[in-house]
């Protein structure tokens, strides 16, 4: 099944050899979103809260691009440097997930791109 790329100019593009997202068949998968402001290609300043914000709105932006909505996520995956920041990004999620949430797994790593504390993946279901 041949995969396509999907593009947005209101996230920021890809650092590296991959896309922002890739559709097959009715499956979008995404690439990480660290909170990059699309517009500087800068890491915007902020709590964990404001980086996820920023990594969500970069997240929809993509979404909308391949012609879903966040109501077509049906997984997501996030990553923190710091697990006892999980209920600030938690609360975040809560504002762009409405129920049923999608299925999830939250993960602590030591280091993210251009030292980021969040980033965001995603696979989204279409028609």
Do not use: W
Not at 40 to 45: D, S
Not at 85 to 101: D, K, L, S, T
């Amino acid at each position: 099944m041949p995969r396509t790329a999907i593009h947005s100019d209101h996230a920021p593009a890809a650092i590296g050899p991959y896309s922002q997202a890739t559709s097959a068949g009715n499956l979008v998968f995404f690439s990480g979103q660290i909170p990059l402001d699309p517009a500087t290609g800068n890491l915007v300043e902020g709590d964990i809260a404001a980086q996820a914000r920023r990594a969500f709105d970069n997240l929809k932006a993509v979404c909308e691009a391949a012609g879903g909505t966040m109501d077509d996520i049906a997984r997501v995956g996030l990553y923190l440097t710091d697990l006892s920041q999980f209920a600030a990004v938690n609360a975040v999620m809560g504002e762009y997930f409405a129920q049923p949430y999608p299925a999830r797994s939250t993960i602590e790593v030591p280091a993210l791109p251009k030292g980021a504390v969040f980033e965001v993946d995603a696979v989204m279901v279409l028609g």
